[in-house]
């Protein structure tokens, strides 16, 4: 990946998510859902809370608590990025995270709140709304898991 070639990724992932969220909120109405396959449906919530709505509850200090792990993480992220020694793999995971944290921090600055739309289900049974940020977010994090895993696997198989 060329050096800044990561920026437009991470770019990318924040054009993507933040114009399918204002699609949604001109489309739809808070709390509405649309039918779109047998297992996927669009819905407009809100989201205050971290993933799976942890605290979403609480009384609203959450909100600066992730707006500033968001903040640092990206600053972080970055940082990393912007050093040019990390592997191909390492820096598209980093962009993709990267564009996934600005997303969603970008949201809890302007709406107080994180606009999930995505509902997969099966059934009655539904994974917790989320959006193309958390998806972006939840492809490196997996990818960085298996990287690191088989990284290990082969060390451990080296040394035997």
């Known amino acids: 990946m060329h050096r ?9 992932v924040v054009l993507a998510d933040q114009s399918s969220k204002f699609w949604i909120e001109s489309e739809m109405t808070l709390g509405g859902s ?6 996927l449906n669009l819905v407009y919530v809100l989201n205050t809370g971290a993933a799976f709505s942890i605290l979403a509850d609480a009384n ?7 707006i500033a792990i968001a903040s640092a993480v990206s600053v972080f992220l970055t940082l990393m990025l912007l050093k040019g020694k990390l592997k191909h793999h390492e820096q598209t995971c980093y962009s993709l ?10 949201d809890r600055l302007s709406r107080g ?3 999930d739309f995505i509902d997969l289900h099966v059934g009655f049974w539904h994974w917790p ?8 977010i939840v492809l490196s994090v997996s990818a960085l898991i298996c990287s690191s895993l088989m990284v290990s696997i082969k ?4 040394q035997q």
């Open 113 to 115: 709140a994180v606009v």
């Open 60 to 66: 609203g200090w959450q909100k600066y608590i992730f």
């Open 97 to 106: 995270l990267l564009g996934g944290a600005i997303s969603n921090l970008l």
């Open 155 to 158: 060390s451990k198989a080296q």
């Open 129 to 136: 709304a989320f959006n193309i940020a958390d998806s972006a």
């Open 34 to 39: 649309m039918f779109l396959t047998p297992f």
């Open 4 to 12: 800044y070639s990561w920026a437009a990724l991470a770019i990318f």
